[in-house]
């Protein structure tokens, strides 16, 4: 980074953290206080309820407060990461930081205390004492050696985990990119050489767990900036340096770089030369994760070694060693079994799952967050992104698991399924509702058509959907071209996946003969109809569903909305008066509201008005939710009485001869549908409570109210999904990621199911 670009970042910087409100955060209230009576719950008098609880049995302080989700992040601010001994208050924006990372990762509420004292007696003293009000301590940016004295005793003293994350976050994201660096270079951590250069406490921390992984202790040289910490040295030791001291003749740190296997840098910059990793091992791992400028820049261990694996503590290297991989996810297991403690099996766990998850295909979210790239398990990724959105279930399962194992939790999980689903719904709403849908799938698998096969992202939402265990997915297109993309993609040989060539294929003149009886009194000439399935793979896939050849089919990654559903439109028909679509949108506050129709009619009748009640009515329903249908208007029964409002009005009637299942009710406002207290301004309003399904009076509407839920009020919006075809066929947008392809197939699966 140049100067002046760095000069612009520190202003840049400067002005995010004090514009609008100062800082990076605020507190929430996570229960209604607009009432009086909401205030006599929540404070006085009410508030002694949980208080007379919580005073019989102090366990009880997890189920009356927030107490249970929160962790405290306590610095000094005596070594603050490339800033060093700033002092608590200059400390602060970093804690305040650190906080956020905790809510934007693992929704843990992060409260951020800077203790003004260098004395370990008044640090330990000061937190000891505010240890009953979180459910886990995070210590950040203490300098050594005063870290680990602090560390040890408020562990001993506290029965909430304290966790210093400069130490072991550190160990457990460098450990699980040691996992894989052994793994890709065939080498047993038991067999190898290993150098650390730095001797503080994330160095200790790292050999610790490595060691605990299976490095033999005698087998790890530790060197600091007088040299190799060896048994007999005297000069600038201590008793956790000392721990760690090995015989060996090595004095200096080229010394012993000789032939060593790995080399972890957490020292300083330029402190290793190109002429020690030469000497190195064949295929030698090199982390050097000194930061912002690292113990040997990658370039210069490329000028000598081009069989190396390199990992940084830098954003724009491959392979960065980042904290935020671990400490939000770590605790969040922790806490979701009451941990006592962080273990060291918890951090072994840790590690092992971060491995783990990195040699898995990787979403394509995580690669929009990195410009786009390709990630793929090998030298340039061992470990995963933080983006990564599986991060959130994968982590905290296995902490949570090891707890439970190793004796430390208080409150067990018993369906860890069940929590997993738990954990994916904090970060991602979606997850939650459809996994329902996910395992009756699962359960039921079926062959889904992925009409534009030769597309990347179609075949790696295929393989996610085969490698679920959701069904057989069938790719249409030329099978030497599919095959091409998959050994680029780097993915394994198609096993129990289809290919379907629409020139080739030995149902073409039934697919013909098909589509042509059905357009023939359209303008349609038998050879449009071979030109047709020969050449438009949207209406080959709609014919191999209609033939019973496929259970669904996904399309529109390379066509407009509309001219998919037209190419698909002719061949399966409308089962009743219209397709139509249904926007499915989960709020932040959790709220899960179904809006249609999102995608094809313009102007609905009545009679289509009632067909999209009912189809919402049927994609709540089978989510989960009991549907409460509103018709949705500027007016509320009448009032305003002004045009266009009539048809919601009748809509309502249609309903009523049709004699359905399910609550509804309209015309009515917004406001209205989703607020109880101004729906009790209308007695006779048949809906219980809130309306979840909104049916819009039109296209414009729908789609602009589902797009200002998702770009102003940060809902999650999946769909539309189309309903109304005889056969299941889904279009999803030209943007699709490879997630919404994949849940889309899921979807149309599912919708074969119901028949």
């Known amino acids: 980074m140049t100067k002046q670009a760095d000069d612009m970042m520190y202003q840049d910087a400067l002005r995010m953290h004090a514009q609008g409100r100062p800082g990076k955060m605020e507190v929430s209230a996570t229960k209604p206080l607009t009432t009086q009576r909401d205030l006599t719950l929540a404070y006085s008098p009410g508030v002694a309820a949980p208080c007379m609880e919580i005073y019989k049995d102090e366990s009880k302080s997890f189920d009356y407060t927030a107490r249970g989700n929160k962790v405290a992040v306590i610095s000094n601010g005596t070594a603050v990461l490339g800033l060093g001994n700033i002092g608590a208050a200059a400390a602060t924006p970093v804690m305040e930081g ?62 909430i985990p304290v966790f210093h994350d400069d130490q072991h976050g550190t160990a457990i994201i460098t450990a699980a990119g040691l996992i894989n660096g052994l793994h890709l270079t065939g080498r047993d951590i038991k067999d190898i050489k290993m150098v650390v250069n730095g001797a503080g406490s994330a160095s200790i921390a790292c050999v610790e767990l490595f060691e605990s992984l299976g490095l033999p202790a005698s087998q790890v040289i530790l060197c600091d900036s007088k040299g190799v910490i060896y048994e007999g040295r005297t000069e600038g030791m201590n008793q956790w340096k000392s721990k760690h001291a090995v015989a060996t003749d090595a004095r200096t740190l080229a010394d012993a770089l000789k032939g060593a296997d790995v080399f972890i840098g957490l020292s300083g910059p330029d402190t290793v030369k190109k002429e020690m990793i030469a000497e ?13 400028v690292p113990e040997i820049w990658p370039e210069e261990v490329r000028e000598v070694r081009d069989d190396a694996i390199i990992a940084t503590g830098r954003s724009d290297y491959p392979n960065q060693i980042n904290n935020v991989l671990g400490f939000p996810y770590i605790f969040r297991g922790a806490l979701d079994v009451r941990a006592s403690a962080i273990n060291e099996d918890m951090k072994v766990a840790a590690a092992n799952a971060l491995a783990q998850l990195a ?7 995580v690669d929009a967050a990195y410009s786009g790239s390709r990630l793929t398990y090998g030298p340039d990724y061992l470990i995963p992104t933080p983006f990564d959105p599986r991060l959130i279930w994968a982590i905290p399962r296995a902490v949570a698991q090891a707890a439970m194992d190793s004796g430390v939790a208080q409150k ?71 095959l091409a993309t998959i050994k680029e ?45 020969h050449n438009n793979r949207n209406v080959f896939a709609a014919c191999m569903v209609e033939a019973g050849d496929a259970d669904g089919m ?56 009632a067909d999209f009640a009912e189809g919402g009515a049927m994609v709540a329903k089978a989510m989960g939710h009991e549907p409460r249908v509103a018709m949705i208007s500027f007016a509320n029964f009448g009032n305003p009485d002004l045009p266009h409002a009539e048809v919601l009005r009748d809509a309502v009637g249609v309903l009523d001869r049709r004699d359905v299942g399910f609550e509804y009710e309209g015309e009515m406002s917004a406001g209205v549908a989703l607020n109880p207290d101004m729906m009790a301004n209308y007695p006779f309003c048949r809906l219980s409570g809130p309306a979840n399904v909104l049916v819009m009076p039109g296209l414009h509407s729908s789609r602009i109210s589902a797009r200002l839920l998702s770009a102003v009020g940060g809902a999650t919006v999946l769909g ?20 919404d392809i994949a849940t889309m197939a899921v979807l149309t699966a599912h919708q074969a199911n119901l028949g």
């Open 280 to 292: 190195m091992a064949p295929k030698p791992l090199i982390f050097a994760m000194a930061n912002p």
């Open 489 to 533: 993609l780097g993915l394994p040989e198609p096993d129990g996946i289809e290919i379907a060539n629409a020139r080739l294929s030995e149902k073409n003149q039934d697919y013909i003969d098909m589509l042509y009886l059905k357009e023939q009194r359209r303008g349609v000439l038998k050879r449009d109809a071979q030109r047709r399935v």
């Open 412 to 482: 067990p999980i018993e369906d860890m399924d069940a929590y997993a689903a738990e954990l994916m719904a904090r970060l991602d709403p979606t997850a939650g509702s459809l996994q329902a849908i996910f395992d009756e799938v699962k359960a039921n698998p079926k062959r889904i058509v992925f009409a534009e096969g030769e597309e990347e992202k179609a075949i790696r939402a295929a393989y996610s959907f085969q490698a679920q265990g959701y069904g057989t997915p069938i790719l249409v297109g030329r099978e030497d071209q599919i």
């Open 359 to 365: 040699r898995e295909d990787v979403p394509d979210e």
């Open 720 to 739: 539309p999904i189309l309903l109304g075809f005889s056969k299941p066929a889904q279009i999803v947008e030209m943007d699709a990621s490879v997630s």
């Open 554 to 609: 996904v399309t529109g990654l390379t066509r407009h909305y509309m001219v998919s559903l037209k190419d698909v439109s002719r061949m399966l028909s409308v089962g009743g008066t219209s397709v139509f679509g249904v926007s499915i949108v989960l709020t932040r506050d959790g709220r899960a509201l179904f809006i249609t129709d999102t995608a094809v009619n313009v102007a609905p009748t009545a009679e289509q008005l």
């Open 98 to 159: 650190k906080s956020v990372l905790f809510k934007r990762f693992a929704d843990i509420d992060g409260i951020d205390l800077e203790v003004n004292t260098e004395d370990v007696d008044e640090f330990v003293n000061c937190v000891r004492h505010l240890g009953k009000a979180f459910g886990g301590i995070n210590l950040e940016d203490i300098k050594a050696p005063e870290c680990f004295i602090i560390e040890e005793r408020l562990k001993e003293l506290l029965d």
